[in-house]
C-alpha cells in the first residue's frame, strides 16, 4: 500500500519569499514516482514537478523545486520567489511500479501567500 | 501539450435522477482513465480505474451499481451517477493516462472537474 503524508493543513507566506511544502510518503514498490499538483479554486489539478524514484538529481520546474530525500522518504515542493498566484491548494501524489499506476494523494497544503 | 476534456463542468440534479459525467482526451489515446471524488477541503479519493474495452476496476467502497464507469473507446469514459442523492454532491474528477510514460511523469492528464449538486 501506499501513503502519502502532508502534515501542513494551511501556510501563510509572505510575497516573494521562498516557501517549502512537505511531503512524506510509504511505499513497498522499489519503482515510484511523486508529483505536486496544484489546485486553485477552480478546482484543476495543475501539474506541477515530477521526481523519479531513480532520478538522482533533484527535479526542478521554473521557481519549483522538489527536494527528494530518498532515505527519509520525503519529497518536499520548493516555491522560489512566491506570488499571489500561488495561492491554492497544493497536493502531493505518488504512482507505484508499472500494474500499481494509480495516484495516490495526500491531504494537501493550503498556501496563502501575503501581499 | 496534451488535454483532458470533463463535461459538464457543474451540474444541479433532482434527488432520485441520474447524471452522466464525459472525461475526453483530446489529442491522445488513452488506455486508462481514472475517476476521483474530492469532498470540500479534502483530498481526492480515487473512484474506479477504468480499462478500454474492459470493465472497470472499483476502489473499496464505492458502489459500482451506483457509479457507472464505461470506457468505451480510447477517448472517451463516462461516469453515471444513478439514482442520486444529496449525499452524493461533490467534485469528481478524471484523469486520463497516455499510453506512453513520460520521463516528467505527465503521462496522466486531468480533466477540469465536475461539481455535482443534487437537490
Known amino acids: 500500500a501506499q501513503k502519502i503524508t502532508q502534515t501542513q493543513p494551511g501556510m501563510f507566506v509572505q510575497e516573494k519569499e521562498a516557501v517549502t511544502l512537505d511531503c512524506t510518503y510509504d511505499?513497498?514498490?522499489?519503482?515510484?514516482?511523486l508529483f505536486w499538483y496544484k489546485q486553485p479554486s477552480s478546482g484543476e489539478m495543475i501539474f506541477l514537478i515530477y521526481q523519479g524514484s531513480y532520478d538522482e538529481q533533484n527535479a526542478t520546474e521554473g521557481r519549483y523545486s522538489l527536494n527528494f530525500q530518498k532515505a527519509r522518504k520525503s519529497a518536499n515542493l520548493v516555491i522560489s520567489a512566491s506570488q499571489l498566484g500561488d495561492s491554492a491548494m497544493y497536493f502531493c501524489a505518488m504512482r507505484g511500479n508499472f500494474g500499481n499506476e494509480k495516484l495516490t494523494f495526500g491531504t494537501g497544503t493550503r498556501l496563502t501567500i501575503i501581499p | 501539450g496534451a488535454v483532458v476534456s470533463q463535461h459538464p463542468s457543474r451540474v444541479i440534479c433532482k434527488s432520485g435522477t441520474s447524471v452522466k459525467i464525459e472525461c475526453r482526451s483530446l489529442?491522445?489515446?488513452?488506455?486508462?482513465m481514472f475517476w476521483y471524488r474530492q469532498f470540500p477541503k479534502q483530498s481526492l479519493m480515487l473512484m474506479a480505474t477504468s480499462n478500454e474495452g474492459s470493465k472497470a476496476t472499483y476502489e473499496q467502497g464505492v458502489e459500482k451499481d451506483k457509479f457507472l464507469i464505461n470506457h468505451a473507446s480510447l477517448t472517451l469514459s463516462t461516469l453515471t451517477v444513478t439514482s442520486a442523492h444529496p449525499e452524493d454532491s461533490s467534485f469528481y474528477i478524471c484523469?486520463?493516462?497516455?499510453?506512453?510514460?513520460?520521463?516528467?511523469?505527465?503521462?496522466?492528464?486531468f480533466g477540469q472537474g465536475t461539481r455535482l449538486t443534487v437537490v
Open positions: 511505499t513497498s514498490d522499489q519503482s515510484y514516482g
Open positions: 489529442d491522445f489515446q488513452a488506455t486508462t
Open positions: 484523469s486520463a493516462r497516455s499510453p506512453k510514460l513520460r520521463r516528467d511523469g505527465t503521462e496522466a492528464f
